[in-house]
Structure formats: structure tokens, C-alpha cells
């Protein structure tokens, strides 16, 4: 049986490398400028217009499933939309009733256009003709955190919490393009970061390591790597959450940030599980 947490482990965890993260100290991960390159747009304007497609398979089979993500300018000023949406094929496709999962993040410019930090993050889920919807609102002014998720028989029920002060949430879409725009820190070999992310499961920070060059090396050797791949990373999560004996996710980003590959290994029932880049979109 295709689990909503396998899914989602498909779909998001393996090709939105950069929006998951490896321990270190919180003090350790202050925001630093982006790099001279990125310096001359805000963070909003750099990313907009993108889209990135990748393609999820195990095995022999190559093609179970798509994720695309995308990045859009908002009606607001300031504000941007940043879109998450999965879908599985084939047989996977029929078991799963031809599931598709939308995650989509409105978020806004802080830190003069620096940073970027999530305003409302919705999650819906279709299976078959059925629909699921969880919403996230972050009101930072009056420090609360608002939780509306739709239950089957279409009753709402709703749940405020308190944001800690001095904290920014971020949703794993946000995270994604503020970690390559390199607002937790420059992207450098031997690096660790930590995001801090809005608690769930009892999680309130994901954790990110880039390889040494001495293991990057290793690496391209072992995968006879082709041009193109950068930044090997590695992510270790709680087995739980990625349903595999390590919970280790690893991949690489490009030397533009693109997250180009990613992998769980020892996934229960189906062994490793890939998401590779196949489409990459940007405005002219």
C-alpha cells in the first residue's frame, strides 16, 4: 500500500533536497548575505518565474511519479507564491487512485528583500475524487500560529498556537529557496545549517550538510559523475518519517542551486528510491 508518509517522501523529500537539514547549533546558523552574485535582485525577484519538474522512480521502474515546483510573483506587492505539486503514474498512479498532492506557500520579502518568510502554507491532498485540505497562517505582528484542517465530513477544525518570539517559521518550500539563496549561510563544502521550521512531530529544525571535498571526490567516483552536479549533500532524518532503516537522504545541487538528484536509501518495500531533474524553467 502507497502511504501518504512514502508519498510525500517520493515527492518532496527526494528532489527538494535543500528543504530538509543536518544538526548543528542554532547560534551557528545565522543568516548571512547572499553571495555577490545574487546581491543585485531581492531574493523575490532572483526566483521568480521558475519551475523545476523532476522524476520519481525505484527500481527498474523509472517513472512512478512527477513533482514540479514553481515560483510566481503575488497580486500583493512583496509577496510571492511558491507552488509544490506531486503526482504519481502508471501502476502506482492506478493503486494510488491517481493521487496528486498540492503544497503551495504564500510568502513575503523580509530583511530588505534578504529573506524570505512564509505567510500561509496549504496543503491538499486528491485521491480519486477526494479531497483533503490543511491551511497554515503566521501572523508574526500578533504572534500567532493558526491551524484549519478539513476533516471528512467537511467540518472544519481550527487550532491557534503561539509563535515564539523571535522565531521565524519556515515551511519546507521557503526553506528550499532561502538555503539556496543562501540566507542560513553560504553554500561551501564541509558546511552544516540548521532551519528552523514551524514544530511538527516534535520537530522544530532540519538539519543540512554539504560533503567535504574529500568525500565529494569519493562520491564522483563512485557515480562516474557527468558535469553538472556541484554540492553533494546529505540529510539525516528520523527513519520514521522517510520509512527506511537509515532515514538518510543524500543528492546534489548544481552550480546554479538547482536541486538536481536525490535518494532514500533501503525505503521499506521498495529498496532506493530516486528523483532526478528533468525541466528547468526561468522568466527571460
Do not use: C
Request: hydrophobic share 35%; charged share 30%.
Amino acid at each position: 500500500m502507497i502511504t501518504r508518509r512514502l508519498f510525500l517522501r517520493w515527492l518532496l523529500g527526494l528532489p527538494f533536497l535543500p528543504l530538509l537539514s543536518f544538526a548543528v547549533p542554532e547560534s551557528q546558523a545565522k543568516p548571512l548575505s547572499p553571495t555577490a552574485k545574487l546581491k543585485e535582485n531581492s531574493i523575490g525577484r532572483f526566483f521568480d518565474g521558475e519551475e523545476l519538474v523532476y522524476e520519481i522512480g525505484f527500481g527498474i521502474f523509472k517513472r512512478i511519479g512527477l513533482g514540479t515546483v514553481t515560483f510566481r510573483k503575488s497580486e500583493k506587492k512583496g509577496q510571492f507564491i511558491a507552488t509544490a505539486h506531486g503526482q504519481t503514474l502508471g501502476f502506482v498512479g492506478f493503486v494510488t487512485r491517481y493521487r496528486e498532492d498540492w503544497y503551495s506557500t504564500t510568502i513575503e520579502e523580509v530583511e530588505g528583500g534578504n529573506r524570505l518568510r512564509t505567510i500561509s502554507y496549504e496543503e491538499d491532498v486528491k485521491i480519486g475524487t477526494r479531497m483533503r485540505k490543511t491551511s497554515h497562517f503566521f501572523d508574526y505582528e500578533k504572534g500567532i500560529w493558526t491551524t484549519l484542517k478539513q476533516k471528512r465530513d467537511g467540518s472544519i477544525k481550527r487550532k491557534e498556537q503561539a509563535i515564539q518570539a523571535g522565531s521565524i517559521y519556515d515551511d519546507y518550500i521557503t526553506a528550499s529557496y532561502n538555503f539556496r539563496y543562501g540566507v542560513y549561510g553560504a553554500i561551501e563544502r564541509g558546511k552544516e545549517y540548521s532551519i528552523p521550521t514551524f514544530p511538527r512531530k516534535n520537530m522544530s529544525m532540519f538539519h543540512v550538510t554539504i560533503a567535504s571535498p574529500k568525500e565529494e571526490k569519493r562520491r564522483r567516483a563512485i557515480e562516474k559523475v557527468k558535469e553538472g552536479k556541484e554540492f553533494y549533500l546529505k540529510l539525516q532524518l528520523d527513519p520514521e518519517i522517510t520509512d527506511s532503516k537509515t532515514g538518510l537522504v543524500q543528492g546534489w545541487l548544481s552550480k546554479e542551486r538547482y536541486p538536481l538528484e536525490g535518494l532514500v536509501e533501503d525505503v521499506l518495500l521498495f529498496g532506493d528510491v530516486r528523483g532526478t531533474l528533468i525541466k528547468v524553467s526561468r522568466n527571460t
